[in-house]
């Protein structure tokens, strides 16, 4: 039988032990899906981050008012989150669970967010994903993200199986290499998650840049401004040849004839919606500007070029530029990640939040752990 090591409590224990939630929130808005992720998740109601590990987007989320939780199977993970989140003045909360087994009830929660976490179930990622939507309530929405098998691991794992071939020739016995995750491409992702009965409203690939920073050995060789893996992945990110990045995403929906409105909660967008709508919405915030941004027809992408390693940005003094008040910047959150300057009552709005979301994100990629990157 294969080991698997993609379950064990101990190996994420320890993987998250060598970070801290500082160094995590650090590089948190360099993750490569961060345009789909903070323009899908629900303003209203509650949302999940399933497997969250230290929760950098719990803790982000929480700041534009998002009621989110953290569910992790690492204890020492979760009690060590929630000493952090009140020591630091976070309204967010970590919950010791299984997302196989998840303690919500039925049709209860608004968004479920599940970032490279379904592709470690050694038997599949199909339990994981019946139980999300066990829990969603109907027009709950799902961002789910797991890694794809991008250009540089189809070739790596050529590579590794030529070598493997020749060591049977030669008669040498193949080491077995404990499982760790499964790499899925989109339309396999697609097809888990219609499986487990959602609306698939997006489904494509993503975060060309990961991939050159794979094939460089986690170092900004191959994507420091001006170079090829820079421009590359810049300029087809939002094109077609992002179907060979490094990571599937898909948003999905929890399809019935009434459902929850994505722009102000209520139980009242009818299924016709999803006709116009990526995600339920009611005739009257159909009506709303907002509302076009989640259009069939609107693109999600950065709003800008990645900034590789810019320097830290240290708390100061900043005019508003939504409602024109003096506020001190965040000192962990930086600009939240915004090209616009931002005060923490107004990101707590959800059409300013949404706004910022789709047209003013930054795109930024950071070392993460010291030594690796
Ligand atoms: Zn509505
Ligand atoms: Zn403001």
Known sequence: MKISIGQDEGVWTSEWDELTPDSEIRMWDYFGLRQWISKFTPRYGK?????????RYVLYFSRMGI????????????????????DNGFNAKFVRGNVLNLDYPDNSLS???SLGVVEHFIEGPQKALSEAYRVLKPGGVAVISTPSRSFYIIYRNLKTSVKNLIKKLILYRKQEVPFFQYWYRPSELK??????????RIGRGADLQFVFCEMADFT?????????????????????????????????VKRAPLMSCFLCGEMKAGEESLDNFVVPVCKECGE???????KKSAITAYSMPYKINPPLLHPEERTCDFCGCGYTSDPLF?????????????????DINITLCCENIKPVWRKRKKGLF
């Open 220 to 252: 900004d060789k191959y994507i420091h401004e001006g170079s090829f893996g820079y421009n590359f992945s810049n300029k087809h990110e939002n094109g077609f040849l992002s179907t060979f990045g490094a990571q599937s995403i898909t948003i999905s």
């Open 288 to 294: 709303k500007k907002i509302s076009g941004y989640y």
């Open 111 to 113: 968004g479920y967010i």
């Open 334 to 350: 930086e600009d939240y990640g915004f090209s616009k300057k931002v005060c923490p009552s107004c990101l707590g709005k959800s």
């Open 47 to 55: 949302t999940v981050e399933a497997g969250s590990g230290l929760g």
């Open 67 to 86: 009621d989110i939780e953290g569910v992790d199977f690492s204890g020492p993970v979760t009690d060590g989150m929630n000493k952090w989140t009140s």
């Open 191 to 200: 097809n888990f998650m219609k499986e487990a009965g959602f609306d698939v």
